[in-house]
């Protein structure tokens, strides 16, 4: 075959992380970040599942049934629009900080978290997402570039 019959990537819907407690995650999470919730399962009895968070046009599920130990180097990166009352947040919220050249913690079940801001990544939005979110769409003159030589611009 001379055709690349491949699925191309084209972004992320959704992250899964596994939490001991549905509703604690929702209030640990809460301290630290503004966001909407998209939906919620309960089960028979009436026990939070699931919930989603909302993330624009993505979101996060929080699941419950963390049973692994924590993450030492396993991590996905949330991107907010001013990362400056992050780290404090994080703290009074009991997040374990990760040592090292970014802002990484761990949310109380091990899940690692990296924080960086919306105008110092290549990653964009639509006006209409950034629109609903309240953000600025401004970006670093480093994020620019590296937007341009993707051919994104």
Do not use: C
């Given at each position: 075959?001379?055709?690349?019959?491949?699925?191309?990537?084209?972004?992320?819907?959704?992250?899964?992380?596994?939490?001991?407690?549905?509703?604690?995650?929702?209030?640990?999470?809460?301290?630290?970040?503004?966001?909407?919730?998209?939906?919620?399962?309960?089960?028979?009895?009436?026990?939070?599942?699931?919930?989603?968070?909302?993330?624009?046009?993505?979101?996060?599920?929080?699941?419950?049934?963390?049973?692994?130990?924590?993450?030492?180097?396993?991590?996905?990166?949330?991107?907010?629009?001013?990362?400056?009352?992050?780290?404090?947040?994080?703290?009074?919220a009991g997040?374990?900080?990760?040592?090292?050249?970014?802002?990484d913690f761990?949310?109380?079940?091990?899940?690692?978290?990296?924080?960086?801001?919306?105008?110092?990544?290549?990653?964009?939005?639509?006006?209409?997402?950034?629109?609903?979110?309240?953000?600025?769409?401004?970006?670093?003159?480093?994020?620019?570039?590296?937007?341009?030589?993707?051919?994104?611009?």
């Open positions: 075959m001379t055709e690349d019959h491949r699925a191309r990537l084209v972004g992320i819907n959704h992250i899964a992380l596994e939490v001991g407690d549905v509703d604690a995650a929702l209030d640990f999470y809460g301290k630290i970040f503004t966001f909407e919730l998209r939906g919620r399962n309960e089960d028979e009895d009436g026990t939070l599942t699931m919930a989603f968070i909302d993330m624009g046009d993505q979101f996060i599920a929080l699941s419950r049934g963390r049973e692994q130990g924590p993450d030492d180097h396993r991590h996905f990166g949330l991107v907010v629009e001013d990362r400056s009352q992050v780290e404090a947040l994080a703290r009074a997040a374990e900080m990760v040592e090292g050249p970014f802002l761990r949310d109380p079940w091990g899940n690692r978290i990296e924080v960086v801001e919306y105008r110092d990544v290549q990653f964009t939005k639509s006006d209409a997402v950034m629109a609903k979110l309240g953000a600025s769409p401004e970006k670093t003159k480093k994020a620019r570039k590296e937007i341009a030589e993707k051919g994104l611009s």
